[in-house]
């Protein structure tokens, strides 16, 4: 028989929750495993939330992993940045984004513009 479930509120229930969850990984939907699995990834949703929170990108790392994603350089992003200094300034964070290059960039690359608003981090001098 499975243990009772509860809140997790310890590393310790953290461990044992995911131990239960990679035993129970795979099980159908709308039987007592399925619901357990579920019911247990929702409260390690909320723990993991809680203690280990994602910060979202920054917006120049998610440009130059894009360009990595799909082969782009730094001449394919004059269309979308402007000159070729223009996207040196930007990638070497010594530019922001403008409302107009977050939008193409947005649309032609498909970064999430909540991302590309976001400030740059300023690299120490």
Known sequence: MTAELKPIRSNADYETALAEIERLWGAKAGTR????????????DSYESEHYPIDPPDPIEAIKF????????????????????????????????????????????????????????????
Not at 33 to 42: F, K, S
Request: proline residues 1%; hydrophobic residues 40%.
């Open 66 to 125: 894009r360009m990595e994603q799909q082969g782009l350089t730094r001449r394919d992003l004059e269309t979308m940045l402007g000159t070729r200094a223009r996207v040196a300034e930007v990638l070497n964070r010594k530019r922001d984004l403008s409302i107009g290059m977050i939008r193409r960039l947005h649309e032609r690359l498909g970064i999430s513009a909540e991302v590309l608003i976001r400030p740059v981090r300023k690299t120490a001098a």
């Open 33 to 44: 495993e399925g619901d357990r699995l579920d019911v247990l990834a929702t409260l390690i």
